[in-house]
């Protein structure tokens, strides 16, 4: 077990399951955090396949629900753990990302919470994650997010307010002013509207899957209902969404602007 000076304690079991992040000049800076469950039985069973040559998938870490701590693939290469995915128009997201896969059996097997020790070694590693990588708080995503067709983790239960208020990713309060657009019906909400902001936020939204993109965003916004209806509250928690994302991008732009200047 190695404990860095600041970071987490951590178990090594190596992976074989990864590739280049390309080289220079087309290597990009990592800028991405992809945050997955399991979905399988056990813990075990779920390191052995993430392990397993012939399975051809991986992720950086692995966080059981006792809060211990595995690295898989070291963060320099490229894990296999998004698949078929998009995110602000750009698909194929492992090479700028480090994926972490969170213990438990997910929808398939008995989809449980996250208990504390597993939520606390999860914080505790994102943090260190975005202290040695830049990566904006719009770039911290769910599989289900760059995946909506075919993934659900790490699913409703997963408690991304606690990881926002360690500064983790984007969960903004609800905004005065949308007050009236919550109280509105299905029926009564601009689809366009709508659709706009789910693009802002991120979500690649093709006509026919719609209802799989809003549903979602709403497993990860707002959790209570993930219907992919658009209603009241589902607008204005996108408004609040698209908002935030673009304060995060104006922020990002100044930063970037004085480093260079
Ligand atoms: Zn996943």
């Known amino acids: 077990m190695t404990k860095s000076a600041m970071g987490p304690a951590i178990r090594e079991r190596p992976s074989p399951n990864h590739g280049s992040r390309g080289e220079p000049p087309h290597m990009r800076p990592i800028d991405m955090l992809v945050l997955h469950y399991t979905g399988m039985q056990s813990a075990a069973a779920a390191l052995d396949r993430l392990c397993d040559a012939a399975a051809q998938v991986s992720a950086h870490y692995v966080v059981e629900e006792d809060g211990t701590l595995w690295r898989l693939v070291p963060e320099a290469r490229r894990a296999y753990h998004a698949g078929v995915s998009c995110w602000h128009g750009e698909s194929g997201l492992n090479h700028v990302s480090i994926g972490i896969e969170i213990v438990n059996p997910g929808h398939e097997w008995?989809?449980?919470?996250?208990?504390?020790?597993q939520m606390a070694a999860v914080e505790a590693l994102c943090r260190d994650i975005l202290s040695r990588h830049r990566i904006p708080p719009y770039r911290v995503v769910g599989?289900?997010?760059?995946?909506?067709?075919r993934k659900a983790d790490p699913g409703e239960l997963f408690d991304w307010p606690r990881l926002a208020r360690a500064g983790i990713g984007l969960w903004p309060p609800p905004a005065p002013g949308l007050a009236r657009r919550r109280g509105r019906g299905v029926g009564l909400v601009?689809?366009?509207?709508?659709?706009?902001d789910l693009a802002r936020i991120g979500y690649c939204v093709s006509a026919a899957a719609e209802q799989v993109a809003l549903a979602a965003f709403q497993r990860r916004f707002r959790p209570e209902r993930w219907d992919g209806l658009l209603d009241g509250e589902t607008c204005a928690r996108?408004?609040?969404?698209?908002?935030?994302?673009?304060?995060?991008?104006?922020?990002?732009?100044?930063?970037?602007?004085?480093?260079?200047?």
């Open 143 to 149: 599989h289900s997010d760059i995946a909506p067709d």
């Open 190 to 196: 601009s689809h366009a509207a709508a659709l706009a």
């Open 110 to 117: 008995g989809y449980r919470r996250f208990p504390e020790p």
């Open 238 to 261: 996108l408004a609040e969404l698209r908002m935030a994302v673009e304060a995060a991008q104006a922020a990002e732009e100044v930063r970037r602007r004085t480093r260079f200047s």
